[in-house]
């Protein structure tokens, strides 16, 4: 859940940011992916993962944070392979270039919503991570969104963490 300081800043509502995040990753999936993806669910934040990839940028500027997707091995794999036009069979390095990528393009476009309002914001380099079992942790606890798209295998999460830049 984004707090009602962090909706200030940035000028929205939560289900505004839904919203958002929601039409940017079914607009990436779509033309870089070629997955039409059903509309998401929100849901819990999650920290645990287990045979997953996981890529992230970071925001920096008038707010800072962070967006991440995180999918199953066997999804990840999926994904590259369909951006790439190959069968890619092992959690190799082009499976975590195009899960940055989409990392990267979706933070790019979800930050360009808010730079109408003034914000300037920044992203980092792509980070991708994956492992049989891991822990995601960002410190602090910062305001929360995230996504489930589609259920079972086969599903995956974007998430964007937030907080007021010091």
């Known amino acids: 859940m984004i707090s009602a300081a962090i909706l200030e800043l940035l000028n929205t509502t939560q289900e505004q940011l839904v919203e958002y995040l929601d ?40 707010y800072n944070g962070m967006i991440a997707i995180h999918a199953e091995q066997a999804t990840a ?3 590259a392979s369909q951006m790439l036009g190959m069968e890619i069979t092992e959690c190799d390095d082009d499976v975590r270039d195009a899960l940055g990528e ?10 360009h919503h808010f730079v109408a309002n003034g914000h300037e914001v920044r992203l980092s380099t792509p980070s991708v991570m994956s492992g049989s079992e891991y822990v995601l942790s960002m410190g602090a606890a910062p305001d929360t969104l995230t996504l489930a798209f589609g259920e079972g295998p086969g599903h995956f999460l ?7 830049a010091t």
């Open 23 to 62: 039409g940017d990753v079914r607009e990436i999936f779509s033309t870089m992916v070629g997955v039409e993806l059903p509309s998401s669910t929100p849901v819990e934040a999650v920290t645990k993962f287990t045979d997953c990839v996981t890529a992230m940028v970071g925001l920096a500027g008038s």
């Open 102 to 111: 989409v990392a990267n393009m979706i933070g790019g476009s979800f930050k």
């Open 158 to 164: 974007v998430c964007v963490y937030l907080e007021r």
């Open 77 to 79: 794999l999926s994904f």
